[in-house]
Nanobody, 121 residues
Framework: QVQLVESGGGLVQAGGSLRLSCAAS????????MGWYRQAAGKQRELVAS???????TYAESVKGRFTISRDNAKNTVYLQMNSLKPEDTAVYYC???????????????WGQGTQVTVSS
């Protein structure tokens, strides 16, 4: 129905940068909010950043000033630019999107499969 595919994860040294992308495809009428979450080993999944249709953004305190979320509505894609990475940013990063598949339907939340980000010290 709707697929979210993340890319851009990998291994980086502390202080480095990565840019994650998440592209939505399938039966899409419109996309409301989009976001990035992460889950470190042995921890619960947490919100990293989110962005609404009018580009209003929310960030976790731990990433403010280092990460930037953005979206390209024409491409149904959300990005996460991560700078000044720290070892504690190591996690699997997931994107999600609140998608309306038809004009008469309310939004449904879809998730990507996750991409690993590892920051070495």
């Amino acid at each position: 129905q709707v697929q979210l595919v993340e890319s851009g994860g990998g291994l980086v040294q502390a202080g480095g940068s990565l840019r994650l992308s998440c592209a939505a495809s399938g039966t899409i009428f419109s996309i409301n909010a989009m976001g990035w979450y992460r889950q470190a080993a042995g921890k619960q999944r947490e919100l990293v950043a989110s962005i609404t249709t009018d580009d209003s953004t929310t960030y976790a305190e731990s990433v403010k000033g280092r990460f930037t979320i953005s979206r390209d509505n024409a491409k149904n894609t959300v990005y996460l630019q991560m700078n000044s990475l720290k070892p504690e940013d190591t996690a699997v990063y997931y994107c999600n999107a609140d998608v309306r598949t038809r004009s008469y339907r309310v939004g449904q939340l879809f998730w990507g499969q996750g991409t690993q980000v590892t920051v070495s010290s």
